[in-house]
T-cell receptor
Framework: EAGVAQSPRYKIIEKRQSVAFWCNPI?????LYWYQQILGQGPKLLIQ????????DSQLPKDRFSAERLKGVDSTLKIQPAKLEDSAVYLC???????????FGSGTRLTVV | GNSVTQMEGPVTLSEEAFLTINCTYT??????LFWYVQYPGEGLQLLLK?????DKGSNKGFEATYRKETTSFHLEKGSVQVSDSAVYFC??????????FGTGTKLQVIP
């Protein structure tokens, strides 16, 4: 089966600019996650969707980050305006509704300068 | 809330040495447990999993046993190779499909 697709793979922007990332999960996977992974750290959950509804966005910096999952399929994560500390890899993952673990995309490496 | 604690790295081993990376967890209910691996410059890949107590997950020579009595899921491999050099993450899947990751343990295998 096709994996989780993410784009772009790399992005360099200046602080205060905006940026958007895209994720297409595995077909049929109801749950979609966005994680932020800062260099040398474990992934930190930003937001979790179940179909097109938000299950958990408690760690999403809502003053600058937003995410949507229209039609319960693909998803976009936006940062506006970006800060230097947003430099990280943004990982998308999806899972079916059962406890099978989930599949990660390759991630988008964001550098804010 | 749920939490996962991993041994701090980096762990440096010689090729063919025995590997143990400790992982313990705190959770309510009956979580599923996972090990993910992240090779340099790549995304996370599922290495193995166990969904109930006493299950043993295994893949590519790695093993981990779900021990409910000690709330542990230690990762082991009998003979590591240079190609096993990566960061290993222990993770827990609890209620509402919420996943909690450990902080990761970097493994470096030298020839």
């Amino acid at each position: 089966e096709a994996g989780v697709a993410q784009s772009p793979r790399y992005k360099i922007i200046e602080k205060r600019q905006s940026v958007a990332f895209w994720c297409n999960p595995i077909s049929g996977h109801a749950t979609l996650y966005w994680y932020q992974q800062i260099l040398g750290q474990g992934p930190k959950l930003l937001i979790q969707f179940q179909n097109n509804g938000v299950v958990d966005d408690s760690q999403l910096p809502k003053d600058r980050f937003s995410a949507e999952r229209l039609k319960g399929v693909d998803s976009t994560l936006k940062i506006q305006p970006a800060k230097l500390e947003d430099s990280a890899v943004y990982l998308c993952a999806s899972s079916p509704s059962r406890a099978d673990g989930y599949t990660f995309g390759s991630g988008t490496r964001l550098t804010v300068v | 809330g749920n939490s996962v604690t991993q041994m701090e790295g980096p762990v440096t081993l010689s090729e063919e040495a025995f590997l143990t990376i400790n992982c313990t967890y705190t959770a309510t209910g009956y979580p599923s447990l996972f090990w993910y691996v992240q090779y340099p410059g790549e995304g996370l890949q599922l290495l193995l999993k166990a969904t109930k107590a006493d299950d043993k997950g295994s893949n590519k020579g790695f093993e981990a046993t779900y021990r409910k009595e000690t709330t542990s899921f230690h990762l082991e491999k009998g003979s590591v190779q240079v190609s096993d050099s990566a960061v290993y993450f222990c993770a827990l899947l609890g209620g509402y499909q919420k996943v909690t990751f450990g902080t990761g343990t970097k493994l470096q295998v030298i020839p």
